[in-house]
DNA sequence: ATTGTTGATTAGAGCGCTCTAATTTGGAGC
DNA sequence: GCTCCAAATTAGAGCGCTCTAATCAACAAT
């Protein structure tokens, strides 16, 4: 049960405690004759180096903090993916404690990952207070995904929400509609960069905005879908929802209504998550490329973390439309 | 940057470094005077122990580590999320690598995350080999999730997946259907217990099993749904697909077809994904209890890095049928 | 005052490693 | 053989903490 030590190596292999340390680094300045050697006693003894007493005494970490607010969300999910890519290509681990978006919780994730003094930390669309942010990145290199956010020297990595909106618009635009109403994400700060890129997009085009007030959840798409029935007066004929399990719903209610997708109402989605590729789904959406933004957060913590300094990024990747067959032109 | 230690506390509290780790520690022989005066310090200072070198001092680890075949399979981040809930609550984190069914690359995912000296370590649904978990089991409590297994001194949790097949049979005969094809997960372990388990019951119910080779995925479902209407001869009435994927991934072949589901065809998935429940799909499928599997797993890995030693369990969570739209009587 | 006794506090070694500075080695050059 | 020097190797301190054993304080009992 005991794992040997570097001491037990260098026993072995009859050298001195610092030249395993410097063979298992892979130093270059050691003779052929003693590497050889200790590698045939580490080999031996199934020696593996003992990454925190390594990371205590030099000072370094490899773990890299990811806090999640919902990991069961396949959206965070593929931006982990991103990370862990990185991370396991740069030799870094992460340690991920999720937050439930419950602030207090999240705070006391934050703090048992910091515990732990990491290289950097990353926070997948948390909801930890910005005060909390400001006060980690004094120690160590932090950025934000997928969460909108100016917070001195922390980094973020977004994508660009409002041309996005306005890629979902322009389509429907193209394709002839002009009565668009757009089911909105809630109060988040993402939210509303959706909500005016859509505003702005539409009034480009000289048609009146129309938003109905909904959430990131496929019961909140049904609700939006059903209001927008109940309303009443002309309805529209295409939608663009806050995101895809919204749309989801969305269909959902469209459908017991006995009104036809897409001949009879387009609907758009956002993410481009597993969900809308399905054929039985077969979403028109936005692509929010999040591997790439996982890939981007962790190549940025990495990056602050090996530099000592560094100023924090803020990146914006881009949009684009996936167009499946949820939408088409109005009947008219 | 530099943050403060145990010494600093320790000054400033004008007592030793031994007193600041007691009450750090939360130890009952500290005079509430002194416990006072080191809390104060080390909230003056904005102290917080480094978990690395309290791990390394005491020879004990909160860390699990937990191999991940995909992250990105929502199945798998459920069994996380119950993981996670259940280490928070304990006091441990995960650290937390992918291994993407790749065995060269998990192994060495496994062997970086036992530098890491964790309490524990659990593999979801890994392909990591035989040989390696059982050298694993060797130096640290090990549970395999959701791939069943016998190894010396390994923990399992898996669901019962003969007797969720079986519900899913007994389920279409109920309401009357007597030719019943199962698109099957291919070659792994569990992929052949749902498929005996699916045998089985047909015959126990004196029908004649009929088993298509598909595999986990949507693409797989659609395939193995084109290959049973190529096939010619009577179609069967119902369906028990691999898992959910599977599932939708033939509703949208047959809906291609023509074929309505479930007047002319149904159709059972498995794993109750998020995606069964979208009313869109409102797939009848075999619920896993994942959160549960995660909890177990976790509570395995703690209570035998708690009690030193102890036996691995060997535990099998039971299914249950969620009936949904998709099954209905055959029509006659 | 002296002696116990119990509870509170601390000294000091050590966890497994890295790092700096010092020492040793092995030739090259004479 | 001897000197010098660069390359190879090592001694030893120290990272921030825990743990054991020893010391100290306080107070009741004699």
Redo the contacts with the bound molecule.
């Keep these: 049960m005991?794992?040997?030590?570097?001491?037990?190596?260098?026993a072995r292999a009859?050298?001195?405690?610092?030249?395993?340390?410097?063979v298992?680094?892979g130093?270059?300045?050691?003779?052929e004759?003693?590497?050889q050697a200790v590698l045939d006693a580490a080999a031996e003894l199934d020696?593996?180096?003992?990454a925190?007493?390594?990371?205590?005494?030099?000072?370094?970490s490899t773990l890299l903090g990811v806090l999640v607010s919902d990991l069961h969300n396949p959206f965070f999910a593929e931006i982990v993916d991103g990370l862990d890519e990185v991370a396991r290509a740069e030799g870094f681990e992460l340690i991920i404690n999720t937050g439930g978006l419950d602030p207090e919780r999240e705070r006391d994730a934050v703090g048992r990952l910091l515990s732990f003094r990491p290289a950097g930390l990353a926070l997948l669309g948390a909801a930890v207070p910005s005060a909390d942010i400001a006060d980690a990145a004094r120690r160590l290199p932090v950025v934000v995904v997928a969460r909108p956010a100016r917070i001195a020297r922390v980094g973020t990595v977004n994508d660009d929400g409002r041309l996005g909106a306005r890629l979902a618009v322009d389509h429907l635009v193209d394709v002839g509609h002009t009565r668009i109403t757009h089911f909105d994400g809630g109060r988040t700060t993402e939210a509303r960069i959706r909500r005016d890129g859509y505003a702005a997009a539409m009034r480009a085009h000289g048609l009146e905005p129309d938003v109905i007030r909904s959430e990131y959840t496929d019961a909140g798409g049904e609700k939006a879908a059903a209001r927008l029935l109940e309303r009443g007066g002309e309805l529209p004929t295409a939608v663009v929802a806050a995101n895809d399990v919204n749309a989801v719903g969305a269909l959902s209610t469209f459908a017991d209504a006995g009104l036809a997708v897409p001949d009879d109402i387009s609907v758009v989605g956002y993410d481009n998550t597993a969900l809308s590729a399905l054929r039985r789904i077969a979403l028109t959406t936005v692509d929010q490329p999040r591997a790439e933004m996982g890939q981007l957060a962790a190549r940025a913590l990495v990056r602050r973390a090996q530099a000592g300094r560094g100023k924090p990024e803020r990146r914006l990747v881009t949009p684009s439309l996936v167009v499946r067959s949820t939408t088409a032109p109005p009947r008219r």
Tied chains: 1, 2.
């Design positions: 005991a794992r040997p030590t570097m001491e037990d190596v260098a009859g050298v001195s405690r610092a030249l395993v340390s410097l298992m680094r130093s270059p300045k050691v003779s004759r003693r590497r020696y593996a180096p003992h925190m007493a390594r990371s205590l005494a030099s000072r370094t």
